[in-house]
């Protein structure tokens, strides 16, 4: 990876260069360029091929009915192709479809809910997408203080491997602020219930992930795993479904090459209307969930942040005492370009994903050039 220098090639996709070796001057620039930048919808993200994901977008409309009590009003105005009928423990409930394999359903706090089919790297998959939102659109939806974005990435990319997930928990957890500022998709207010449905992690959490101990623990199955990891474990199936949490793991099958019910799950802060926002969410959160072997880059930040920051001063005060808004909106420029150079291997995915940071925080960043 060469030294980042701003030039004509800067933006091509094919240079990988070190963001995070930018000096001031250069930092200067690059926002600079940022300011007029504009990111595209892609044909592909260049995921890797074992990569799985989904989404569901939460909505609001001027029909802001309930689709279990409306159903033939409702679904009429979004074209619901078919319905599938299931019966658990006695109950009979209704699953609606569109004809491309998304699915209708209701959600508390919003009008109804999209969950996509699992998806792969492919265009026919963002044409898809792109008519989801175009649909949306067109029935004039929008979104309310309730409204968020979930990006869901098969678990199976973790290949049985609990260390790998190990890795990818630590790498999450040290940069977290910076991925939650990314996620947050606009620069409008946080919504009401952030701190209900995508909470941060807990600092608990990331110390046990950093604890030597896990590093060289031998761990065949799950019981293994939880009775390591205490903390991690609130996160897992068969205990805690935590649905407050930024990152879920309520779905998560740790031993198991499934695709379908195998995933984790990112909840953004905020939703979005905007499908190049949403395409470009889905390349960072797929990208840093497939970075979770180790690797020397992620593991010298991972060894910065044990020595030189440290837990316990963050353990006493913990997130619960935080304002959400400002754990969201701060985002360190230096953590940012050092992530894009973990994650990513080349400058296009890097400018996409400082470009959506500087437009969340547009006036912060404003304020640190002037320092540099």
Same mark, same amino acid.
């Given at each position: 990876m060469k030294k980042c220098v701003i030039n004509k090639d800067y933006f091509n996709k094919n240079n990988n260069s070190a963001f995070a070796l930018m000096n001031n001057k250069d930092k200067v620039k690059l926002f600079e360029y940022l300011k007029d930048y504009e990111i595209t919808y892609r044909d592909v993200l260049e995921l890797k091929e074992n990569s799985t994901f989904g989404i569901e977008v939460e909505f609001v409309d001027e029909y802001n009915l309930?689709?279990?009590?409306?159903? =033939?009003?409702? =679904?009429?105005?979004?074209?619901? #192709?078919?319905?599938?009928?299931?019966?658990t423990e006695g109950k009979v409930y209704n699953d609606y479809y569109l004809n491309n394999g998304w699915q209708l359903k209701s959600e508390t706090g919003v009008s109804a809910e999209f969950s996509s089919p699992i998806f792969k790297d492919e265009?026919?998959?963002?044409?898809?997408?792109?008519?989801?939102?175009?649909?949306?659109?067109?029935?004039?939806? #929008?979104?309310?203080?309730?409204?968020?974005?979930?990006?869901?990435?098969?678990?199976?990319?973790?290949?049985?491997?609990?260390?790998?997930?190990?890795?990818? =928990?630590? =790498?999450?957890?040290?940069?977290?602020?910076?991925?939650?500022?990314?996620?947050?998709l606009t620069n409008e207010k946080l919504r009401t219930a952030v701190n209900f449905n995508a909470k941060p992690i807990d600092y608990f959490l990331l110390y046990e992930m950093l604890d030597s101990k896990l590093e060289n623990k031998i761990i065949t199955n799950y019981q293994d795993f939880i009775c390591t990891c205490t903390y991690a474990n609130n996160l897992f199936p068969n205990e805690i479904k935590d649905k407050s949490s930024s990152l879920s793991l309520a779905h998560l099958k740790l031993f198991s090459n499934e695709i379908e019910g195998n995933r984790i799950e990112f909840r953004a802060p905020n939703g979005t209307l905007d499908p190049i926002l949403v395409q470009n969410t889905i390349n960072t959160l797929v990208k840093l969930t497939e970075h979770h072997k180790e690797d020397p880059l992620a593991n010298k930040y991972i060894d910065e942040y044990k020595s030189t920051i440290g837990l316990m001063p963050k353990i006493t005060n913990c997130y619960n005492n935080i304002p959400f808004n400002t754990f969201y909106s701060d985002c360190p420029l230096d953590k940012a370009l050092a992530l894009c150079d973990i994650i990513f291997d080349n400058n296009l995915d890097k400018i996409n994903f400082l470009k959506q940071i500087y437009t969340n925080q547009e006036e912060k960043q404003k304020q640190k050039i002037k320092t540099l």
């Open positions: 309930d689709i279990d009590r409306n159903p =033939l009003y409702y =679904l009429s105005i979004y074209n619901v #192709w078919f319905k599938k009928t299931f019966n265009k026919e998959t963002y044409e898809n997408i792109k008519k989801v939102y175009e649909l949306l659109k067109e029935k004039e939806a #929008w979104m309310n203080q309730f409204c968020g974005l979930h990006v869901n990435v098969g678990g199976n990319i973790f290949e049985n491997n609990p260390h790998n997930l190990f890795q990818f =928990l630590k =790498l999450y957890g040290i940069f977290e602020e910076v991925i939650l500022s990314f996620s947050r």
